[in-house]
């Protein structure tokens, strides 16, 4: 019997097959919320800009449920879900300078060196972000770990499609609140890096 956990409604969702999902995004402002966890960034952040469309990417799919049904208890429609591997998903679904801003917060880092390529930010993902970036589009990477913003400002920085932001590598604790569970969890205990690119 297969169980159901995998098949639970997800409120606008998009499958990762979409072929009019080009549609949907066209000439809209649209926030990519990468690894979206359990959707408190897009739930601060969509009331506050009603003219935006999120599109919050999971690829645990009882992640993505919780977040879609949290965001549609507070009656947002400027959003879409998406199940699936970050990567795939860039590839997949966006076109070409279709995305104003990618945010990736508190990825997991895998620090050994031999996992690194299981991170989500590796120069393949890279590509594709600079890909679908509009010019001037912003890609934001916020982590605990500062060896991880270290490589994420040096790799990003290894792409001539990009400028950083910021007149350091990466910030740290710019903001005194950050609207993650993560944030919560663990800007007690360490800094909190920041990482910002825009897309040139």
């Not at 409604?9 to 499958?15: K, L, S, W």
């Not at 993505?64 to 699936?84: D, E, V």
């Not at 279709?98 to 945010?103: A, G, K, L, R």
Request: hydrophobic fraction near 40%; aromatic fraction near 14%; include cysteine.
């Amino acid at each position: 019997m297969i169980t159901s956990k995998y098949f639970q409604f997800i409120p606008n969702e998009v499958e990762i097959c979409d072929e009019d999902f080009d549609k949907r995004i066209e000439g809209k402002n649209v926030v990519i919320d990468m690894g979206c966890g359990h959707g408190d960034f897009m739930i601060e952040f969509a009331p506050k800009r009603p003219d935006t469309l999120f599109v919050g990417i999971e690829v645990m799919r009882k992640r993505a449920h919780k977040t879609g049904h949290r965001l549609a208890k507070r009656n947002l429609t400027n959003f879409h879900m998406i199940a699936s591997p970050g990567e795939k998903v860039l590839k997949t679904l966006f076109p070409a300078n279709s995305v104003d801003e990618i945010h990736i917060n508190f990825p997991e880092p895998w620090l050994r060196e031999r996992f690194w390529k299981t991170r989500i930010l590796k120069p393949t993902f890279i590509v594709q972000a600079a890909r679908i970036l509009k010019p001037g589009g912003i890609l934001n990477f916020v982590t605990d770990i500062e060896t991880y913003a270290k490589y994420a400002s040096w790799i990003i920085s290894r792409f001539p499609y990009f400028r950083n932001n910021y007149p350091e590598p990466y910030l740290k604790d710019i903001y005194e609140e950050f609207p993650t569970l993560f944030y919560r969890k663990m800007s007690l205990l360490r800094h909190i890096n920041y990482v910002s690119f825009k897309r040139i």
